[in-house]
């Protein structure tokens, strides 16, 4: 009696796979030197399959449903095997059960910055990352390509190739989707559809669906950001450039007279605004108007005294060392001066 339940032992009547854990892609049924019972069954959920393999050979494949493991549901492993129609005895084979549902919330970014080809700046570099979902689509291939022969096959242990291929085909999305650099995260979704359609190739070389790709955030280099925002600016001023550099010049004066001369300061802003030139002429012409207003509009009290008038020489001399007076503004102050010191 002990020994006819040792031999019952070794034939497995039911197969099946519970999915005892999140994130497994296969998994190998235990077989443990048991043999398939004739007549046996086979469990396959919804979102599962099984694949028999026979002697590193794909023989069957088998979607969600009980089957009963006899000749006519394994056409091709009795093929192989040579058995004869009456499929008496019993076979071994490795089960493979596969998960089909959705692996969601997968995640993919750039480590470091990615160089990328763009129409307006040439060479630029980018930073990105969002999520993707995916599926095995073809069990066979992801076992022959991927899984092969290990026990169990998890979604982190396919985490680095997965992000690899997003990453890869990342300047192949922006080529495709024509969209400018600048404006890649005003156009997120283009951009996630762009490299969806990119990466999908890849995915189903090793049988798996790349089913959605999405953008959360991309991130520009600080010089880029830079002039962005400068283009923001512009929009919310109407495009008018006079009224720009007027503001701009507006914010700089504080600052100089904060400085102390220090002119490098102020250079430093301008060519950071990428409008040095125009600024620098803005400032003239401000301070200009404002020289002048002092002479006219609200001239101050009469300088009188040597002292003072020798006082306000000195003063000009500051103002045209710091480069604020030009040699004609100052020599035609001066001469007025040296006048009412005569």
Request: proline residues 4%; charged residues 20%; without cysteine.
């Amino acid at each position: 009696m002990a020994l006819m339940d040792f031999i019952k032992k070794q034939f497995i009547d039911v197969i099946q796979w519970t999915e005892d854990g999140d994130g497994v892609l296969a998994w190998r049924f235990p077989m443990s030197g048991m043999e398939i019972q004739n007549g046996g069954q086979l469990v396959v959920r919804e979102s599962q399959v099984a694949v028999f393999v026979n002697e590193g050979q794909v023989a069957d494949v088998f979607g969600p449903g009980t089957h009963k493991l006899t000749t006519q549901t394994l056409p091709v492993l009795t093929y192989l095997k040579n058995w004869d129609k009456l499929f008496e005895s019993p076979f071994k084979s490795d089960v493979y059960f596969f998960s089909t549902r959705q692996q969601i919330d997968q995640r993919w970014g750039t480590s470091q910055p990615v160089a990328i080809r763009d129409k307006d700046f040439g060479a630029v570099r980018l930073r990105a990352f969002g999520n993707y979902a995916y599926r095995i689509l073809d069990p066979k291939v992801f076992h022959s390509q991927i899984s092969g022969t290990r026990e169990r096959y998890t979604v982190q242990d396919l985490d680095g190739q997965l992000r690899g291929l997003m990453l890869q085909h990342i300047s192949d999305a922006v080529a495709s989707s024509g969209t400018p650099f600048l404006d890649l995260a005003a156009n997120q979704v283009e951009f996630a559809a762009a490299l969806k359609n990119a990466t999908a190739e890849s995915f189903s070389a090793i049988g798996l669906e790349l089913i959605s790709v999405t953008m959360q955030n991309v991130s520009l280099p600080e010089e880029l950001q830079k002039i962005l925002d400068q283009r923001i600016g512009m929009g919310i001023i109407g495009q008018n450039m006079g009224q720009f550099m007027q503001y701009q010049a507006a914010q700089a004066l504080p600052e100089m007279a904060k400085g102390g001369g220090d002119g490098g300061g102020i250079a430093g802003q301008a060519v950071g605004l990428g409008a040095g030139v125009a600024l620098g002429q803005t400032l003239a012409q401000t301070l200009g108007q404002g020289l002048a207003g002092v002479g006219t509009a609200a001239p101050a009290p009469a300088a009188s005294k040597p002292e003072d008038i020798v006082s306000l020489l000195e003063k000009l001399g500051d103002l045209k060392a710091k480069g604020i007076l030009t040699d004609e503004e100052f020599a035609a102050k001066k001469a007025d001066l040296l006048k009412k010191l005569g």
